[in-house]
């Protein structure tokens, strides 16, 4: 049966049809008659004066990335002209939106070069925003106006959607290059190099203090949403859906806490009633508490490490009757247990600025691409795919993992304490000690059988002193070094432990793959180690026999006082009779 529609009904039809065109492409039609937010002259150029004054160090004149300070950093400073920004709300491949630029400017980016600016007002942070559009062409391209992805507010998180995370993470191959425990040790994460050829470091999951774009389960979930562009992390907007991608976050959560790294400036060292055993590994630091210590780059002297790739170390230590041990423990992402290392190899003044000659480049199956610091804090980022290539498995590759050049340095960590036991407050220099104060320096090269014992009066002057009493084992599992040294508490050389006692006591790490030896390092500053006493004084004891002595003298001053009182009172009574009777006389 044929229909026919009236004129009145067709013309209302099409202005139905009319009305729900306008509704769907208002919201584009709306952006692009607004046109690109390019600020007015007059706060580009106020941009333009502070970016030469704060920014133009790292970033260069022209935006480039090529600053004079630029070839001391990794991860390298931001190319602004490509137009490739990392940290944003928009899909993979698009420019950031003016308020994205304000909050990285205004936060920084964690464990880089890029420091947060706090000092600055809004209206300075929001036209150096504006300035730093100019060097690209494509912020003045209406067709590239930025617009947010959908970022749904995610459930709670729960038992479920954290197994139902680790299971995602693993299906869609974010192993590969974050590894199992999301440590940055995945196969292909030695491989790992930007748009621009540089090498850069998987995020180290377990730590997310250090993650770029902010900590939080909302910033987590921005990332997985949008991707790192300009790296090899892609968007999953497209290829997960948004339960799935907060599932994954959930898990990502779960792998360390939310309060940060908990850095602490005190190691105690805990008495245990049996000999220590180096066989039974940390099992026997399960009473010890652990305390996490920050690692810097070593840049007072020549070799500096400008970033090193160890951000921080957790020790714990025990003691015995004969001995105490320390175990050490830092994320890495490779065991390099071949080559060699020392703390006075002599690192050539070139490598403080130039990669390294040597490097292990990606042509040949490494990842360091000849960088000797091969992306320290991690651009610990992961590369995304062309514009609108979008995958469940972005990292489909060979099972094995890349082959690679066995690096010419192996990996090395040391523990610093005084050769004496400091009679005040001084203490040695914290890089090798002094003529004056010279330290005792436990040293290991992950790549021998023992540690070695040294003396350290300074870089230029560390001498073997190995009396036999140091002794250790290491162990790599799952990008995590586990190094547990021991030393008679009162060895041949060096400062003697004591129960009660502060001692100074500082680390160093060598990342071998990141070409680290002699002064190029990670190192701590001073802090302390506490040997606490094999029986801890109760102070409830203490408290209750104070009590009783105050107890007891004042009742011996309530007896007194009333004894005198009443001595008095007779007195006074002895005396009445005698003067009634000279009365009556």
Not at 10 to 19: E, S
Not at 248 to 256: G, K, N, P, V, W
Request: aromatic share 8%.
């Amino acid at each position: 049966m044929t229909t026919c529609l009236t004129a009145p009904r067709a013309l209302g039809c099409l202005a139905g049809l009319l009305l729900i065109s306008v509704l769907t492409t208002a919201p584009t039609q709306s952006v692009r008659a607004q046109g690109p937010d390019l600020g007015t002259e007059a706060q580009r150029e106020s941009g333009k004066v502070l970016y030469l004054q704060y920014c133009s160090q790292c970033h260069g004149e022209k935006g480039d990335g090529e600053g004079y300070a630029s070839s001391h950093l990794r991860p390298r400073p931001r190319d602004l002209t490509s137009g490739k920004f990392k940290i944003r709300t928009t899909p993979n491949g698009a420019l950031p939106t003016h308020q994205d630029l304000v909050n990285i400017i205004r936060r920084g980016m964690p464990y880089t070069s890029m420091p947060a600016w706090p000092n600055l007002s809004d209206q300075e942070v929001s036209d150096l925003a504006y300035f730093i559009k100019t060097f690209s062409a494509d912020f003045a391209n209406a067709e590239n106006v930025p617009q947010p992805v959908p970022l749904e507010s995610g459930p709670n998180a729960t038992n479920e959607s954290v197994e139902l995370g680790k299971r995602l993470y693993e299906e869609n191959g974010c192993v590969k290059c974050h590894g199992t425990l999301g440590r940055g040790d995945g196969p292909s994460a030695p491989t790992l190099v930007d748009d621009w050829g540089h090498p850069i470091r998987a995020a180290d999951l377990a730590q997310r203090w250090t993650f770029r774009g902010g900590s939080s389960r909302e910033d987590i979930f921005r990332t997985m949403s949008t991707g790192l562009n300009g790296t090899p992390m892609p968007s999953f907007q497209e290829a997960l859906p948004a339960e799935q991608r907060w599932a994954i976050t959930d898990f990502i959560a779960s792998l360390s806490p939310a309060d940060g790294p908990g850095y602490e400036n005190l190691v105690v060292a805990r008495h245990v009633e049996e000999a220590i055993d180096l066989a039974k590994g940390a099992e026997s630091f399960a009473s010890a508490p652990p305390a996490r210590f920050p690692i810097v780059g070593q840049i007072m002297e020549p070799g500096r490490s400008f970033h090193p790739p160890v951000t921080g170390v957790t020790v714990q230590a025990i003691y015995d009757a004969d001995s105490i041990a320390l175990l050490l423990r830092w994320h890495d992402m490779s065991a390099e247990k071949t080559g060699t290392n020392g703390p006075t190899l002599p690192v050539p003044t070139e490598e403080e600025e130039e990669p390294a000659a040597g490097a292990v480049a990606p042509a040949d199956g490494g990842g360091s691409g000849g960088d000797p610091s091969a992306n320290p804090f991690g651009d610990q980022e992961i590369a995304e795919p062309p514009a609108g290539q979008v995958a469940a498995d972005p990292f489909a590759e060979p099972d094995t993992a890349p082959a690679s050049r066995p690096s010419e340095f192996s990996d090395a960590v040391a523990v610093q304490i005084p050769s004496q036991v400091p009679a005040g407050s001084r203490q040695p220099y914290f890089i090798y000690g002094d003529a004056q104060n010279p330290v005792d320096l436990w040293f290991f090269d992950l790549a021998r059988p023992d540690p070695l014992q040294m003396t350290g009066r300074g870089s230029e002057s560390v001498e073997p002193n190995d009396t036999g009493d140091l002794t250790g084992v290491a162990t790599y599992d799952q990008g995590e070094w586990s190094v547990i040294l021991k030393r008679p508490l009162r060895a041949t050389s060096g400062a003697a432990f004591a129960q009660g006692q502060f001692l100074p006591v500082a680390f160093s790490v060598w990342d071998g793959f990141s070409r680290e030896r002699g002064n190029r390092r990670g190192l701590t500053a001073w802090y302390s180690i506490y040997v606490e006493p094999e029986v801890v004084p109760s102070a409830v004891g203490p408290m209750v026999q104070t009590a009783l002595f105050i107890l007891v003298i004042e009742l011996a001053l309530i007896g007194w006082v009333r004894w005198r009182n009443g001595s008095r009172a007779r007195t006074e009574l002895g005396d009445e009779p005698s003067q009634l009777t000279a009365t009556r006389a």
